[in-house]
């Protein structure tokens, strides 16, 4: 028996889990006029602290979820478990903002902002369905 750790990869079926949990809450959240002036409202500082948390409060998960005593951390895998579980959910977030036209392509920032705060929460959700 070999204590070789697998290689770091996401799979197909990883980043389906991760679209579906994404959408399941981004959906609700993006449909709401009241989103859509937060992203717009708040400032670059505020939307870059709700990124960062949403990436530690993932990565929190994704440690404890996935971490092995027996075979160490895995940190490789780490950090590309929950750098994918973000960057698939801040897509789904902004492609679904986009059909229901609330990602305005002349605003780029106003685009991003409504992207950042739906894909706050939706992310949370990803991160669940992910976890098999």
Same mark, same amino acid.
């Given at each position: 028996?070999?204590?070789?750790? $697998? ?6 079926? @990883?980043?389906?889990?991760? &679209?579906?949990?994404?959408?399941? &809450? ?5 449909? !709401?006029?009241e989103i859509w002036n937060l992203g717009t409202e708040?400032?670059?500082?505020? &939307? ?5 948390? !949403?990436?530690?409060?993932? *990565? +929190?998960?994704?440690?404890?979820? +996935? @971490?092995? $005593?027996?075979? *160490?951390? @895995?940190?490789?895998?780490? /950090?590309?478990?929950?750098? %994918? ?10 492609? &679904? ?5 609330? /990602?305005?392509?002349? @605003?780029? *920032?106003?685009?991003? *902002?409504?992207?950042?705060?739906? !894909?706050?929460?939706? !992310? ?5 369905? %992910? %976890?098999?």
């Open positions: 028996m070999t204590n070789e750790k $697998p290689a770091a990869r996401v799979q197909w079926v @990883d980043i389906t889990q991760m &679209l579906v949990g994404a959408m399941a &809450l981004a959906f609700p959240v993006a449909t !709401a006029e708040l400032s670059t500082g505020r &939307l870059l602290a709700l990124q960062i948390g !949403a990436m530690t409060i993932i *990565g +929190f998960y994704v440690f404890h979820a +996935f @971490d092995d $005593p027996e075979k *160490g951390t @895995d940190w490789k895998s780490f /950090f590309l478990r929950t750098w %994918s579980i973000y960057f698939v959910t801040f897509f789904a977030c902004a492609l &679904l903002l986009w059909v229901v036209n609330r /990602f305005p392509f002349d @605003d780029l *920032g106003v685009a991003l *902002g409504r992207t950042v705060v739906v !894909a706050f929460p939706a !992310a949370f959700a990803a991160t669940i369905f %992910s %976890s098999r």
